[in-house]
């Protein structure tokens, strides 16, 4: 089967509707698959947590670079807190 490609309209023989070249750019790589947070509206990966605070961060300075490296070290922060949480329940 030979279609069009709806994005840069070439035809080529696919099983999909866009080309080779277009589904991998229109392909969501691990940081483009994001989701406007609900509370601040910075752009998050589908599966990142924002604390309230983040958010709170990014209200503040707009600079989701910034708040992006913070959450890093909160999410970092958290995760031994929670190793150590489940060492003293053993
Ligand atoms: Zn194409
Ligand atoms: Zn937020």
């Known amino acids: 089967m030979i279609i069009q490609c709806p994005h840069c309209r070439t035809w080529n023989r696919s099983s999909r509707s866009a080309c080779r070249e277009c589904a991998r750019k229109l392909a ?7 989701r ?5 509206g910075m752009r ?13 961060m990014f209200k ?14 909160i999410q970092n922060r958290s995760y ?7 060492d003293d329940h053993n």
Do not use: F, K, W
């Open 36 to 40: 406007p947070c609900i509370e601040c």
């Open 60 to 73: 503040g300075c707009y600079n989701s670079e910034l708040v992006r490296s913070n959450l890093l070290e």
């Open 80 to 86: 031994v807190m929670g190793q150590q949480a489940r």
């Open 28 to 34: 969501p790589g691990p940081y483009e698959e994001t």
């Open 44 to 56: 998050i990966a589908a599966d990142e947590y924002h604390p309230y605070g983040v958010c709170l």
